[in-house]
């Protein structure tokens, strides 16, 4: 168990939706950070938030949205929902704003099916 | 832009056979090198990691890494695999110039029982 929590774990929706991601990071971890992992493209980074704040933001689609609120968990919105938009989305946390030097904990992921 | 490049996408083996994954990034500067683990339907778990000192990692599960500079490679191995060791494998760097983690595509291993 990396401490790290990701509700839901599956998730069934269809096109023209919208969904709402939940992570729970390690207790006393201030940044998290989301990842889209597809077949096609791998495992790609979205966004980061350290302390509440967007700190770096990656391939992240105009129509994904995320934030972190002031207990620390973060949710990723996603809106519009295509097929494509399926995949596994993985929440990460580490302690300081920076992934350098330390190590990050994933969640076990909230696999997204768009149908 | 950094890159993380895993050549073999997908590897059979037979138990006992030795493993070596190779792994390859593009970045001169100081790097973070990682290799994590993704069981089925689990999520990733790290294995190994290099941040600076002995370039010869070793990690959990029999596993062990060599960073060589000169080659900007971070090549993964294990002497004997077990059918246990049947997961995706991905290295990942984080470099001082662009502080996130950028993985390889992966590379799922198949051991055969």
């Known amino acids: 168990d990396s401490g790290v929590t990701q509700t839901p774990k599956h998730l069934i929706t269809a096109t023209g939706q919208r969904v709402t991601l939940r992570c729970s990071p390690r207790?006393?971890?201030?940044?998290v950070y989301w990842y889209q992992q597809s077949l096609d493209q791998g495992l790609q980074f979205l966004i980061q938030?350290?302390?509440?704040?967007?700190?770096a933001k990656g391939n992240i689609l105009e129509r994904f949205s995320a934030q972190q609120f002031p207990d620390l968990h973060s949710e990723l919105n996603l809106s519009s929902l295509e097929l494509g938009d399926s995949a596994l989305y993985f929440c990460?946390?580490?302690?300081?704003?920076?992934?350098?030097?330390?190590?990050?904990?994933f969640g076990q992921g909230t696999r997204l099916t768009v149908v | 832009a950094q890159s993380v490049s895993q050549h073999n996408h997908h590897v059979i083996l037979s138990e006992a056979a030795s493993l070596e994954l190779g792994c390859n990034y593009s970045?001169?500067?100081?790097?973070?090198l990682f290799w994590y683990v993704q069981y089925p339907g689990q999520h990733l778990q790290l294995l190994l990691k290099?941040?600076?000192?002995?370039?010869l990692v070793k990690g959990i599960k029999g596993f062990e890494a060599e960073f060589i500079k000169s080659k900007f490679s971070f090549n993964l191995r294990k002497p004997s695999v077990q059918w246990s060791d049947t997961a995706e494998y991905f290295c990942?760097?984080?470099?001082?110039?662009?502080?996130?983690?950028?993985f390889g595509k992966g590379t799922r291993l198949h051991i055969l029982p």
């Open positions: 990460a946390s580490s302690p300081g704003g920076s992934f350098l030097n330390t190590e990050a904990f």
């Open positions: 207790s006393g971890d201030l940044s």
């Open positions: 938030y350290y302390n509440g704040e967007e700190r």
């Open positions: 970045y001169g500067g100081t790097v973070n």
């Open positions: 290099y941040f600076s000192g002995d370039p």
């Open positions: 990942a760097v984080i470099t001082n110039r662009d502080d996130k983690i950028i």
